[in-house]
């Protein structure tokens, strides 16, 4: 489990068919500090440390993505130089800061808009359909592996703005219209979602 609360910006080093898809993302987490068969968050996606090692000055570990994995999220489009967003599994006894993230992608949604507000920017997505009515206004949803509050809701369009930490600490300081990105919608969104469509026979 994780919190949305992003703790480094990883770059991918090596990406390449194995089967799965095996990936390489440096890192400023110490290498001792990393486990085999830890779970990181990597743009959202939950995924395993596989391997592990140093590059010059720089850490890095390794992740095999399935293919299940890739056709539902974003990291089909990953390439040497790609920046993503990191968070280590949330440990007993860690603050939770942000809500509670699986790292189970749901989705894509797409960004529409991008609106400077002050010093905040404010972003309009485009959720898939099946996914919108699990996002409530004023409600959490994990973007990219961020823990976010949706400011408003039209439909499958969601309104968030970006304060200037969030976009200094995370991938999202350069983000473009069209940009495409990982969905995790709230887990108690979901759950209240299936009480309600439940029909016992």
């Not at 489009?77 to 993230?101: Q, Y």
């Amino acid at each position: 489990m994780f919190t949305g609360i992003v703790s480094d910006i990883g770059e991918i080093l090596l990406a390449e068919p194995r089967g799965d898809l095996r990936v390489r993302i440096a890192t400023s987490y110490p290498h001792e500090s990393m486990v085999l068969g830890a779970s990181i968050a990597c743009e959202g996606v939950c995924l395993t440390v596989v391997d592990k090692g140093t590059e010059g000055s720089r850490s890095w570990f390794d992740v095999d993505v399935s293919a299940e994995t890739v056709s539902k999220t974003t990291l089909a489009g990953w390439k040497t130089g790609t920046k993503v967003n990191l968070e280590r599994a949330l440990k007993v006894g860690d603050e939770l800061g942000g809500h509670i993230v699986s790292g189970h992608v749901d989705g894509t949604a797409e960004i529409e808009v991008l609106s400077e507000e002050g010093d905040s920017t404010r972003v309009l997505f485009r959720a898939p359909e099946h996914l919108a009515r699990f996002i409530a206004s004023k409600g959490s949803v994990a973007l990219n592996g961020t823990s976010l509050t949706v400011n408003d809701v039209e439909g499958a369009r969601f309104g968030v703005n970006f304060i200037p930490h969030t976009k200094a600490h995370t991938t999202w300081g350069s983000v473009a219209e069209g940009d495409i990105v990982n969905l995790e919608i709230d887990t108690m969104a979901r759950y209240v979602a299936r009480l309600n469509d439940y029909q016992p026979k």
